[in-house]
Every structure is written in structure tokens, then in C-alpha cells.
């Protein structure tokens, strides 16, 4: 962003700021009403800017909502939320963290935002802290699949397997439509040395979610684990069509096994 698109903000800001604080107390209703009003007006110009890629633009508007809502917590929260989002995506975990825990001291009901807290802190490989973040959610949202899956994956790093394939078989009896809990068992299954009984669940996972290039690869995987290289190189092959790259990397490691 330039200077002149800096101050600019900056003076808006002010403005909002200064029209807010003039407001007597017999004006709550309509301070609310408009705090509410100029917050949405904000997300959209964050959302723009994101859309368009101009990400510290749009950290910057959601930022300004958490200022002029310092009174309305949940739209803060949302701001937060929203903010944390964008750090995820782009891998500035720290401050994702940061944001998410904000948003979470401002409203401590959000799943999501514990969610992605937990996804933040497993980037970061705090897993335990990951950990019971996903349970945190779960607990206040028992619908929230993904959270549910993001356990697993969670407990898998901290070397509880058998906590990780419970936990995927909860969703596959609850959820059986849920192609990640599949995914996601044929995985701790094959790392536990139980390849050749991941097989049937890799392929339930395609099934569900055929565009899903990590399915491929980690069905390759199983195969490799099992030595079965020919059928490791088929799913390389379905991979190309997805995504080349990944298939390259695929194709590495299967030269590898091979050796």
C-alpha cells in the first residue's frame, strides 16, 4: 500500500473514531446501530483486498473494526477471527495464534475460532496446546467435523494411535459420507503397521472425494509400505491429473522405495 493509501486509512480511522466518541449516552442505540453499519462496511473493503491479494490491506481493515467495536465484542471477535484467518493462510502462525486467542477472550463460545487456533498451534507443533484446542471446540460444537478429524490428525503427531484411529472411527459411524475420517484412519492404520487393512479405506476416501489429490498420495503411500510398488505407481499416475506437482514428489518417493 502507499503512503497517500496509508494516510488515507489512517485519517478514516480517525474520523470514525472522533464521530463515535461525540455520541452522548442517550445515543447507545444508534452508536451500536452504526459501529454495526461501519463494521460490515469494513469487512467488505477486507474482503475485496484479499480477494485481490492485498492481505496486510485487509489485516488492516478488519483491524480498524476492532477499535471502533471495542464495546460490540462479538463483531471484535469476528474481526479477530477473520485477521487470524488470513495469518493461517499465509503461514504467519504466530500471529494467526495471537489473533485467534483475541478473538476467543471476546467470545469464548466460538468453535471456530478454537479450531483454528489448534491448527495454528499444530503448525507450529505445539501439538498438545493443538490438542486441546480441537477438544475445546468439539466440546462446544459436537457437529464440527472438522475440528473432530483436526483430533486426530492432533493425537497421530503426539504418537497416541490408537486415540487417532478412535477418534476416526467415531466419525466414520457418525458421519459415514465424511471422506477425511477415511482418509484420515487408513493413514494411522498403515503407520501402525496394519497397511493392507488401510487399503479398503483409502479407496472409500476416493470414492467420497475423487478430486482429493492427497488421497492419492497417501493411498500410494500404503502400497509402497506394503511393497507393492506397481500399484503405488498407478496412483502416482491418476495423481498427474490433479496435481502435478504433488506427483512429481510422489514419483521421488517411489524411486526411493525402489532402490
Known amino acids: 500500500m502507499t503512503g497517500k493509501h496509508l ?26 446501530a452504526d459501529v454495526a453499519k461501519e463494521a460490515q462496511r469494513l469487512t467488505r473493503v477486507a474482503q475485496v483486498a484479499q480477494q485481490e491479494g492485498r492481505y496486510d490491506d485487509a489485516i488492516k481493515a478488519y483491524q480498524t473494526i476492532t477499535v471502533i467495536a471495542a464495546r460490540e465484542p462479538r463483531l471484535a471477535a469476528t474481526a479477530h477471527l477473520n485477521a487470524g484467518n488470513i495469518y493461517l493462510g499465509r503461514g504467519n502462525y504466530e500471529e494467526a495464534v495471537a489473533a ?101 479405506f483409502h479407496q472409500r476416501a476416493i470414492s467420497l472425494e475423487p478430486k482429493d489429490s492427497s488421497f492419492y498420495y497417501n493411498f500410494a503411500v500404503s502400497y509402497l509400505v506394503l511393497g507393492e510398488f506397481k500399484k503405488a505407481q498407478e496412483q502416482q499416475q491418476r495423481l498427474r491429473d490433479l496435481d502435478p506437482a504433488m506427483a512429481e514428489h510422489l514419483a521421488i518417493v517411489i524411486a526411493k522405495h525402489q532402490r
Open 100 to 200: 485467534f486467542q483475541r478473538s476467543i477472550k471476546l467470545d469464548a463460545n466460538s468453535a471456530e475460532a478454537q479450531n483454528n487456533l489448534g491448527e495454528a498451534l499444530g503448525e507450529l507443533k505445539q501439538y498438545a496446546r493443538a490438542l486441546e484446542a480441537f477438544q475445546q471446540a468439539v466440546g462446544l460444537d459436537g457437529g464440527f467435523l472438522k475440528a473432530r478429524y483436526n483430533m486426530g490428525v492432533t493425537y497421530d503427531h503426539l504418537g497416541q494411535v490408537k486415540y487417532s484411529e478412535f477418534v476416526y472411527r467415531l466419525l466414520i459411524r457418525d458421519h459415514p459420507d465424511f471422506a477425511l475420517a477415511y482418509d484420515g484412519l487408513a493413514v494411522s492404520l498403515s503407520k501402525s503397521g496394519r497397511a493392507r487393512e488401510a487399503i479398503a
Open 7 to 32: 494516510n488515507f486509512l489512517r485519517l478514516a480511522t480517525l474520523g470514525i473514531l472522533a464521530s463515535f466518541s461525540l455520541l452522548g449516552p442517550f445515543s447507545a442505540g444508534a452508536q451500536t
